[in-house]
């Protein structure tokens, strides 16, 4: 059975949103495409099982990704499956090209591109309109992301004993990835998150009143899930007060109850899934 010449894959098996260039189509090496197909046939898995969006063609492939922190994730295990079975070294010209660029970057025969290099970043995992806005926070919004979640935690604090402090508030804002959400340029929403070994760890999932029920919790935690697979961590974790009703909703989205036994006893239950 003759290989395919090229090969496409994206999330949830859909066409990867692109635009391929002749350059990327028509392979200017001297490999022969059956033994390309052959060799990189254990890349495409692996990004079909990260849920990469990328097309190749013979030994050409591009990866289309979100976030330059996104491309410097997949670089490195792209590269690994390259080299290590095979024991091919990076050409010289790819390591020129990852050095000098850092997007668009080259690791083995694979160029990393931002999905949307000329505009702002998308934030939606899916293709599907969406009401909802996610932008990234800055200092500036920092008197509303307390105010809300104190608000939103406040009756939770009150019953377990606990006082809010927002000293700790601050110093957890320094050191996660913060992102606004809003509705029509309206801020109703915020999320906050960190990435800590294999996981990424969600800090804060918090909805205004006015606009729960909307499916705002879903589209944060679905955009979650996406950056999580994107980045190529093994699993997502988060902490929800044990009579929190947004615990139901992480239990539906396939998170489990995790850590010692005893820790399950307490006023704050940790979930996690796995990508």
Not at 47 to 64: Q, W
Not at 101 to 120: D, E, I, K, S
Not at 162 to 183: A, C, Q, T
Not at 219 to 232: N, P, T, V, Y
């Amino acid at each position: 059975m003759p290989a395919q010449a090229g090969r496409s894959g994206g999330t949830r098996g859909e066409a990867a949103p692109i635009s391929v260039s002749d350059e990327a189509c028509c392979p200017r090496h001297d490999d022969p495409p059956l033994l390309a197909n052959v060799l990189l046939d254990v890349v495409d898995k692996e990004l079909e099982r990260r849920g990469h969006c990328f097309v190749r063609c013979a030994d050409d492939a591009n990866v289309y990704i979100r976030s330059r922190r996104a491309g410097e994730r997949v670089m490195a295990p792209a590269h690994r499956t390259v080299t290590a079975p095979f024991l091919l070294p990076l050409p010289a010209a790819s390591r020129k090209a990852r050095d000098k660029q850092p997007l668009p970057a080259r690791a083995a025969c694979f160029t990393v591109y931002p999905t949307h290099p000329r505009g702002p970043a998308m934030f939606d995992p899916t293709e599907a309109p969406s009401p909802f806005h996610l932008r990234s926070a800055s200092m500036d919004d920092f008197e509303f992301a307390e105010a809300l979640t104190r608000n939103n935690m406040g009756g939770y604090y009150r019953r377990h004993h606990l006082v809010w402090r927002s000293d700790l508030f601050l110093g957890s804002w320094r050191e996660s990835e913060n992102f606004i959400l809003e509705v029509d340029g309206v801020p109703m929403g915020v999320l906050r998150i960190t990435e800590e070994g294999d996981s990424l760890h969600i800090r804060d999932v918090q909805i205004a009143e006015g606009y729960r029920r909307l499916g705002a919790g879903t589209f944060l935690l679905d955009i979650s899930h996406q950056w999580a697979r994107e980045r190529g961590l093994r699993e997502l974790q988060l902490r929800v007060f044990v009579d929190n009703p947004a615990a139901r909703l992480y239990l539906r989205k396939g998170y489990k109850l995790t850590g010692p036994r005893l820790a399950q006893l307490g006023a704050i239950r940790h979930l996690a899934r796995r990508v």
